[in-house]
């Protein structure tokens, strides 16, 4: 498969170059030339297995990797090591509603989907000679997914810069005691979205390459704009709309709706890639909390990033710039993308054509407030007897909302993104469930909810703390040549 950087100008011609390379030089991201339809059979509808899902979806764009090697690959990732339950996810109907469950892997996150098997690829498409280091900035949970998936990694280093008072205490401390010779779990004072747009500056930064291209190493990103993040989450859409045919709830061939909490935009862009190659979805809902830039901008065309930043509940969409928001519009108005990116950068808005704005509108945006999500989560644990996390909480506040608008009868399957002990000072608020720190708070709900703890969040406030970095944005650059510097001399 080729690859085009969607400001045009970068262009490649393999799979592994796309991936390794994690961002465009132009400023964009890498895209498929073309997306394939996917051609599921039979035999493999009717065994649902995940990884036969994957191997097929996966293959049908990264092409250019050997078939066998693939699958290896697939069965490492996918296994029952990385994940507590079969086939990696489950659907649970609740409500009439299909949530998917996407946070049984190893960090208690959806992020395990990509970043269980990203590493391979990046292992697979480096050169034998080369060293890799990977950076990555987190709004939560991508950091530990990624420290966790490129721990002990040979020839590899990941850097994570998560802003220090930006994520659920919870998320840090997975991040703090993060154990393996090549992670560094790095605090960054600011949000999300300043320790993104200064780790796209250093991918750019001329020095920083130079210094790096002495030393060998070559630099890559863990974050969605990476396409190998991107490409293995189009499977479970697929996987779980199959899982819909199979118990009988859908026919095959059946347009329903889906329904993302989203942040940078990535995990519903997939559901999106996942019609594009032949998945019957109807309408996209597009969830975000109050940092609403999405929201505002499917209801009115206009992106405006010029707001105030708000810290809530559902932290890891705490997101005023969806990176991957990029590749919709480079996939719908190729041609008036770039303006669109340059009046970004430089006045933190944009507005798009009326033309464009009509090829959108099967994307339907709502938000909700935090108190809304508490709301959602007490309603949903009292009347259906589900708990679920803050972020799926605004999610099923956007379904609740979109429903009341709209008479659309489609089944909607819900992508439920995290572990609710993730987040368990909010669900004890919701729930009226007190502690004394959160650590207490997550025995006090599994006390009363009898709902295991997933193994990894267990006893996390007793494990030592290995990580403990913290600077200004500014000296990013600094620490990353400090450490990848010192790194190649042992
Ligand atoms: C990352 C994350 C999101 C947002 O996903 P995007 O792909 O960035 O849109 C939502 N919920 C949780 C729990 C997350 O970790």
């Known amino acids: 498969m080729k690859y085009i950087s969607t400001r045009g100008k970068d262009k490649l011609s393999s799979s592994f170059e796309a991936i390794v390379k994690g961002i465009a030089s132009d400023g964009g991201l890498f895209m498929p030339e073309k997306f394939n339809k996917v051609n599921l059979s039979q035999d493999i509808k009717d065994r649902m297995d995940y990884r036969d899902f994957a191997e097929v979806i996966i293959s049908t764009i990264f092409d250019d990797i050997d078939k066998k090697i693939l699958r290896e690959i697939i069965d490492k990732a996918y296994s029952k090591e990385n994940f507590s339950v079969d086939n990696a996810l489950k659907v649970e109907e609740v409500n ?4 998917m469950e996407l946070f049984h892997g190893r960090t208690s996150a959806f992020k395990d989907f990509a970043l269980s098997i990203l590493p391979y690829f990046i292992l697979l498409a480096k050169d034998k000679d080369k060293k890799i280091g990977i950076l990555t900035a987190t709004s939560g949970d991508t950091g530990k997914a990624a420290l966790e998936g490129f721990k002990n990694l040979k020839d590899t280093f990941i850097i994570v810069f998560y802003p220090t008072d930006g994520v659920s205490p919870i998320q840090k401390y997975q991040m703090l005691t993060q154990e393996g010779t090549n992670v560094y779990a790095i605090g960054i004072k600011g949000n999300f979205d300043q320790a993104q747009s200064a780790l796209k500056d250093a991918f750019n930064d001329k020095e920083l390459r130079d210094f790096l291209e002495l030393k060998n190493i070559l630099l890559s990103s863990a974050n969605s704009i990476n396409i190998g993040r991107l490409v293995p989450q189009i499977v479970y859409y697929f996987y779980a709309y199959y899982d819909l045919v199979k118990k009988s709830k859908i026919k095959d061939g059946e347009e329903i709706n889906v329904a993302v909490p989203t942040g940078n935009f990535g995990n519903i862009l997939a559901a999106y890639l996942a019609k594009v190659m ?5 309408n996209f809902i597009v969830a975000s909390n109050k940092n609403n830039v999405l929201t505002d901008f499917f209801n009115s065309g206009i992106y405006n990033a010029n707001r105030e930043f708000y810290k809530t509940n559902s932290p890891s969409m705490d997101i005023l710039i969806s990176s991957n928001l990029e590749r919709l519009l480079y996939l719908k108005a190729p041609e008036e993308l770039n303006s669109y990116m340059e009046s970004l950068k430089n006045n933190g808005t944009y507005k798009i054509s009326d033309e464009c704005r009509k090829s959108l509108k099967e994307f339907k945006g709502y938000y909700a407030e935090d108190d809304e999500a508490l709301e959602i989560i007490k309603k949903y644990y009292k009347n259906f007897d589900y708990l679920c996390d803050t972020h799926t909480a605004v999610c099923l506040k956007a379904v609740e909302d979109y429903l009341k608008e709209n008479d659309d009868n489609r089944k909607i399957l819900l992508a439920s993104t995290a572990s609710f002990y993730k987040f368990p000072a909010s669900i004890g608020k919701a729930l009226n469930i007190s502690g004394s720190d959160d650590f207490n708070i997550i025995e006090n709900i599994n006390k009363i909810t009898n709902i295991p703890i ?17 600077i200004d944005k500014e000296y990013i650059k600094k620490e990353i040549m400090k450490i990848l510097g010192d790194n190649d001399e042992n």
Request: proline share 4%.
């Open 96 to 99: 009439s509603l299909y949530i």
């Open 454 to 470: 997933p193994e990894n969040l267990k006893n996390l406030d007793k494990k030592e703390i290995l990580q403990n970095i913290v």
């Open 278 to 282: 032949g998945l019957n979805i109807g």
